[in-house]
């Protein structure tokens, strides 16, 4: 059974300078960024000064694309990975810095691409602080550089995409047929704060799902989804949660306390216009959960490589209580049509 992987990530060495530079601006006060007091916060956890002794090289596999990452694929069984920019990508930066740099690592993973056509797939980077030169940049990354959608990793100075300045950005993507994985970072500078106490809250093991669940019900209650019914939003992690929330969602919004209008009701959205990934999530009542509630073809294989193991999620998602034919589905044929790959 062919594997494609989804959710995983990379990072080139002009990405890590940019970050580390923005990272010392912070850390020197020399840089009023909205940003302040999540860079630096997430700065520990992107680039740690002195990574622990634990992490297993995260920084070098990142870097590595063509090296020792293929032999772990070809060791987990995985025949094909889809390639995104580690979080945050380029959304921390300034408009013009994230708009150079989101070009610059669309071209080298581009090029990746054409040396590993077998291998690899790719979403672009693009820059939401400037909404018109990001939807250009999609196009651009579609229809020239040959890659399959994009990865926005949540907010962007504190701001989400269900401003209506960013949805030029969504009218690009709905036109082009090309789906949106919105991915984690840290929350928002506004909501980081009660995190701080507990940094570890902040991380994979509950900020990010926070993060990415509120985005997206931002995105759905905003009528983002009436205005682009054909837009494909992906979401890790078994859908940051959604899926477990299906019917209370639909249960508070039909008392219509703040008198919110839509065409349908916002379960309706997450199972019309989200898939949901395997991405870090190596549990079988999990995927239970999405399974019913969403169905196998809603469902995409990933593993979140670097940070999880590339042979738990494929012994994960080969030892499921479902038929081949689903697995097969989830594993490689729901991102052969969505990605058309
Ligand atoms: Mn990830």
Known sequence: MKVIAIEE?????????????????VNSGSTDAMDECNISFEARWVLPAKPPADDGGIMEKLLDVEGRRINVMDEA??????????????????????TILAKSINEKLAKIIERNPNRYAGLATIAPQDPKTAAEELERAILELGLKGACIHSHTKGEYLDDRKYWTIFAAAEKLAAPIYLHPRMPSPLMVRPYLT????????????????LHAMRLICSGLFDEFPGL????GHFGEALPFWL???????????FGMQLKKKPADYVRDNFVV??????????????????SADRILFAVDYPFESCSDAVKFIKSSPISENEKESICRKNAEHLLKL
């Open 9 to 25: 990530h990379f990072t080139t060495t002009e990405h890590v300078d940019a970050l580390r530079s923005l990272i010392n601006r």
């Open 77 to 98: 069984g995985i025949d094909m990975q889809v390639l995104s920019i580690m979080s945050p990508g380029v959304q921390a930066f300034d408009g013009e810095t994230a």
């Open 198 to 213: 507990y940094p570890c809250l902040a991380t994979g093991m509950w900020g990010f799902a926070a993060e990415v669940s």
């Open 232 to 235: 494909k939003i992906i979401l």
């Open 247 to 257: 019917w209370r969602l639909d249960n508070r919004w039909q008392r219509n306390l």
């Open 277 to 294: 990934t395997t991405s870090g999530m190596f549990h079988h009542p999990s995927l239970q959960c999405a399974y019913s509630t969403l």
